[in-house]
């Protein structure tokens, strides 16, 4: 570990390190500026604080609980396991926290209709949860591949009120997604905000979503406090964007008895052409407006990610992962669809409860992990998302379901 | 971010040094103005796309703008991100770029510059890829993805190789912004008609007329506008007050859709509002 002698959690951006910036057209330069102001201002109002703090209290359902899981702890070395309940929260994942701080963003900006991107879909059901709640229009790009494999949140998304634009262009997934919303940000930028839904993209992107997601390490910093009166000795996240892990990190990045422990998605293998793995295996370029890690060939097109997870099948990462990674101060590992898909159903089978296939990857990399460290070990796990959405893909993985997704008898 | 702003007090070679600044500046001494087209490389062929873009320049194109395809291209539209994903496709590689310039170059006598998204030149090193564009003869580079402001290694790169930059300027953008633009810029600022992404559209923005009046008050004298221009008329009435008009998805919609000599015959129609 490389010696820290000043805060890590003070990052301001634009950059990190050699990481982050702003590369994006210049049409968009000013209402990145407008947005990266109004953040400031909002940021030392107290009113803000106080009307997000509430929405937290009495909408999301904060501060979520810790569950220690020593059934499924007993596979993981018998370390001690305790989760980091986000799956609890409103609409079913982390996502929430950084949609709600953004929206009242976008008010004060005046802005009446948001647009996201999504994966999973657990963005785009938590931004058209928030534009249903403030009564602003809402149009959620999603990749056409991932509307089908995430056809139950689509149908959320539809409910609550907001437009799903299925994404023909490229490779049609998240990356497309996200490509798409910026072409409708360029044009509608007078009344739009963009509500990107994790740590990446240009200025002030990366700061702002991670100061909205940082309550969750925040809360658990001092749960794990109470409950074990000490700190965890690591503490493990999946990283797609890196929104719930920053988010779970960012309070321990001083602490450096805490390792921290990011878990990609490696697909069929980190070896393989189907996975991603970025900070694993892919090397510094430009993407969405930063400077980060990402898959490329050497011409710097962006390859395809793969993962059984629509939600980490993401080429990129947010630079200040990157960052954490280049200083030595988090480790970045690979978690393949079936390691992970065998933690899930761990989770399932000996704590009741059902992850997201998502927070699965940081299951099966706690399972590995505490096996290094062994039964003195605490490990906090993001338990980022709950499993609902993924009831399909599970059923159909583990033959429990057909082809047409019907209970097999 | 004025943290990063590059130090703009160093020489910058002037207008009468860049091939494409002249040539708008002869198109509007003789003419209305000066016709830039813009087709991607390696579309529907890299043969094809060298013969399309001689046409170009054979019926009337003044400055060529080369589109090198890329996998995420944000600030393009539909008739554009079909032609170049289709380049990809059809396996298209950073140093085919080179090679169309330097076909292209060697058989008719027009400027070219290359439209690029920032990530390939970044893979490719800065460096390296100015001294292979200006071995083959190109003239520069049109950055939609890099401003002045997060541009450094550019500026000071394309100072070396007196390689010309188009910098963007947006009807969003703020005077300050312009200025940076307009000082920062070699051959012409790219002047954003409209807010939007490539594509042709029926109506060209009063914002259009609006911006090239902000950026002549901040010294701006090489100026083309683009973005959603497909018509002679559209031409005929920018270069009332602009000094380039930049033609794209139209041309790259005639080339897909009837071949090198269909889009020369649409350049032929086009160069008539460069007459007006
Ligand atoms: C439950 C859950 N966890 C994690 C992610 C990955 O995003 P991030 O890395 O930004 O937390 C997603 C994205 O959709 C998600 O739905």
């Known amino acids: 570990m490389t010696d820290i002698s000043h805060s890590l959690r003070e990052e301001a951006g634009p950059f990190f390190g050699e990481f982050g910036g702003r590369f994006m057209p210049e049409s968009l330069v000013a209402a990145l500026d407008e947005l990266a102001e109004a953040y400031q201002l909002a940021k030392l109002d107290p009113a803000f604080h106080e009307e997000l703090a509430a929405l937290g209290r009495t909408y999301t359902g904060r501060p979520s609980i810790l569950t220690e899981v020593p059934r499924f702890a007993r596979h993981a070395g018998g370390a001690r396991v305790i989760l980091k309940r986000e799956d609890l929260n409103h609409t079913g994942s982390h996502k929430i926290n950084n949609v709600l701080g953004q929206a009242l963003i976008a008010r004060r900006i005046g802005k009446s209709r948001l647009i996201?991107?999504?994966?999973?879909?657990?963005?785009?059901?938590?931004?058209?949860?928030?534009?249903?709640?403030?009564?602003?229009?809402?149009?959620?790009?999603?990749?056409?591949?991932?509307?089908?494999r995430q056809a139950l949140n689509v149908a959320r998304m539809r409910l609550l009120g907001a437009e799903v634009i299925p994404v023909k262009s490229?490779?049609?997934?998240?990356?497309?997604?996200?490509?798409?919303?910026?072409?409708?940000?360029?044009?509608?930028?007078?009344?739009?905000?963009?509500?990107?839904?994790t740590v990446a993209g240009p200025h002030p992107f990366p700061v702002m979503v991670r100061d909205f997601v940082k309550i969750i390490g925040e809360e658990a910093r001092q749960q794990m406090l109470d409950l074990t009166g000490a700190l965890p000795?690591?503490?493990?996240?999946?990283?797609?964007g890196g929104s719930n892990a920053i988010g779970i990190f960012h309070a321990f990045l001083d602490d450096?008895?805490?390792?921290?422990?990011?878990?990609?998605?490696?697909?069929?293998?980190?070896?393989?052409?189907?996975?991603?793995?970025?900070?694993?295996?892919?090397?510094?370029?430009?993407?969405?407006?930063?400077?980060?890690?990402?898959l490329q060939d050497a011409d710097g097109q962006t390859l395809d990610s793969h993962s059984i997870s629509a939600g980490l099948d993401y080429p990129g990462v947010g630079p200040e992962h990157a960052w954490l990674a280049s200083i030595g101060r988090a480790n970045y590992r690979p978690i393949t669809d079936e390691q992970a898909m065998q933690a899930f159903r761990l989770l399932?089978?000996?704590?009741?409860?059902?992850?997201?296939?998502?927070?699965?990857?940081?299951?099966?990399?706690?399972?590995?992990?505490?096996?290094?460290?062994?039964?003195?070990?605490?490990?906090?796990?993001?338990?980022?998302?709950?499993?609902?959405k993924d009831v399909e893909t599970a059923g159909r993985y583990f033959d429990v379901l057909d082809e047409q997704g019907n209970a097999k008898i | 971010m004025s943290d990063t702003i590059h130090d703009v007090t160093a020489a910058t070679p002037s207008a009468a040094e860049s091939p494409v600044a002249r040539t708008i500046a002869a198109a509007n001494a003789g003419r209305a103005g000066a016709f830039v087209g813009y087709l991607p490389v390696g579309f529907p062929s890299l043969d094809a796309s060298v013969d399309a873009a001689v046409a170009l320049v054979e019926n009337g194109v003044d400055v060529l703008e080369l589109g090198l395809p890329y996998s995420d291209p944000v600030m393009d539209g539909p008739v554009i991100q079909a032609a170049t994903l289709a380049s990809l496709q059809g396996?298209?590689?950073?140093?085919?770029a080179f090679t169309a310039v330097e076909r292209i170059r060697s058989r008719v006598d027009a400027p070219v510059l290359l439209m690029t998204y920032w990530n390939p030149v970044l893979q490719y090193g800065v460096d390296r890829f100015a001294d292979d564009l200006a071995s083959a003869g190109g003239a520069g580079l049109i950055t939609p993805d890099l401003t002045v402001d997060s541009g450094a290694d550019w500026l000071a790169t394309s100072d070396r190789t007196g390689l010309d930059r188009v910098f963007l300027a947006a009807p969003t953008s703020t005077d300050e912004?312009?200025?940076?633009?307009?000082?920062?810029?070699?051959?012409?600022?790219?002047?954003?008609?409209?807010?939007?992404i490539t594509g042709a559209r029926a109506d060209l923005d009063a914002a259009a007329r609006t911006l090239v009046a902000r950026l002549r008050e901040q010294g701006g004298e090489s100026l083309a506008v683009g973005i959603g221009i497909s018509t002679a008329d559209q031409i005929a009435e920018i270069l009332g007050y602009a000094d380039g008009a930049i033609v794209g998805s139209a041309l790259v919609k005639a080339l897909a859709d009837g071949g090198v000599a269909a889009v020369g015959r649409l350049a032929a129609e086009l160069a008539e509002g460069t007459h007006r």
């Not at chain 1, 994966?119 to 089908?148: I, K, N, P, S």
Request: charge should be negative; hydrophobic fraction near 40%; include cysteine.
């Open chain 1, 170 to 197: 490229g490779t049609r997934t998240l990356k497309d997604a996200l490509n798409e919303a910026f072409r409708d940000w360029v044009a509608n930028v007078e009344n739009t905000h963009y509500l990107l839904g």
């Open chain 2, 177 to 196: 912004r312009l200025r940076l633009a307009v000082e920062n810029s070699r051959g012409f600022v790219y002047t954003v008609s409209t807010m939007g």
């Open chain 1, 348 to 388: 399932c089978g000996t704590e009741g409860i059902i992850p997201a296939i998502e927070s699965a990857h940081a299951l099966a990399g706690t399972i590995e992990l505490g096996r290094e460290l062994g039964p003195d070990a605490t490990i906090l796990v993001s338990l980022s998302g709950r499993g609902d």
């Open chain 1, 256 to 294: 450096t008895s805490v390792g921290l422990y990011g878990y990609e998605a490696a697909g069929l293998g980190a070896d393989t052409d189907k996975h991603a793995a970025t900070i694993t295996k892919g090397r510094p370029g430009v993407l969405h407006g930063s400077r980060s890690y990402m």
């Open chain 2, 91 to 96: 396996g298209f590689r950073l140093a085919d």
């Open chain 1, 233 to 240: 000795d690591a503490v493990t996240a999946c990283v797609g």
């Open chain 1, 116 to 148: 996201a991107e999504t994966g999973a879909g657990q963005h785009g059901v938590a931004t058209a949860t928030a534009a249903a709640l403030f009564g602003m229009e809402c149009v959620v790009y999603m990749g056409e591949v991932d509307t089908e």
